[in-house]
């Protein structure tokens, strides 16, 4: 697997040397990393957006314009909400503010190679830990392997035929079951009700209104108040701790 890193540091030696140091371990190890090199903290976030999801992201805390911090917290509101960040900085007081972006690791500077090491390979371990579950979808006379992230949600289109909806971001795909049978499958998952006749997939939960929930394909969907304490309570458990292991 290909692990695609960004690194962002205004000082061009010092991404030089985190850049030396993923070259070092890609040699050590044997994992193959795709890095993009950035020194100013807008440029990347511009480019993050149009760009494709990355698995690692370095980041310095102390620059021009928009901090590293600043830019993490932007980070958190895109699609990519997986990415694993750690900080670099000089000074160790910025620590505590890393938590509130959920940050993987916070290293002062300047970086030795052993703690770099320790903790890219932390992070890989964990992502490979933490890969998605896949479920055998069968439609039709056709078989299709989807993971569970992947999943926005599932509804029921015809309750007496057993017919559901799987929506993707891309595509809905037709399938047999029920609710209560894929909720009884794949809660461990993520896939909750939030409501009669639909499942949700917790990953892709923007936030909660007074009787609704708003997805982040801005979808929204109804919320039973029957069901919507312990939905809230799946989701801090089975979405905030998943970002925090990251």
């Known amino acids: 697997m290909k692990y695609n890193v960004a690194v962002c540091d205004d000082e061009e030696k010092d991404l030089k040397l985190i850049r030396d140091y993923f070259d070092k371990l890609s040699s050590e190890e044997k994992i193959d990393f795709d890095i993009r090199l950035f020194q100013n903290s807008e440029e990347m976030y511009r480019q993050y957006q149009r760009s494709d999801a990355y698995d690692i992201v370095f980041l310095d805390v102390e620059m021009p314009g928009m901090s590293g911090l600043q ?114 499958e794949y809660q461990q998952f993520g896939l909750v009700s939030p409501y009669r006749g639909i499942l949700v997939n917790l990953l892709h939960i923007h936030y909660f209104r007074k009787d609704e929930i708003v997805m982040r394909n801005k979808q929204t969907v109804p919320l039973s108040r029957r069901k919507e304490k312990e939905l809230r309570m799946f989701f801090q458990r089975n979405v905030i701790i998943r970002k925090n292991k990251r």
């Not at 932007?74 to 509130?100: C, G, H, Q, T, W």
């Not at 290293?107 to 992502?127: A, D, G, Q, S, W």
């Not at 039709?140 to 569970?148: A, R, T, V």
Request: net charge negative; proline share 3%.
């Open 71 to 184: 830019l993490a917290e932007r980070i958190r509101l895109l699609p990519d909400r997986n990415v694993a960040i750690v900080f670099m900085s000089n000074y160790p007081e910025y620590m505590k503010d890393s938590f509130d972006v959920h940050a993987f690791q916070y290293l002062t500077k300047p970086v030795v190679y052993e703690e770099f090491m320790r903790v890219v390979l932390r992070i890989i371990k964990e992502n490979q830990e933490n890969q998605s579950a896949q479920i055998l979808v069968e439609y039709g006379d056709k078989q299709e392997l989807i993971d569970i992230d992947d999943i926005i949600m599932v509804t029921s289109e015809n309750a007496k035929g057993k017919e559901l909806c799987i929506h993707l971001s891309d595509r809905s795909i037709y399938t047999v079951g029920t609710i209560a049978e894929w909720e009884k």
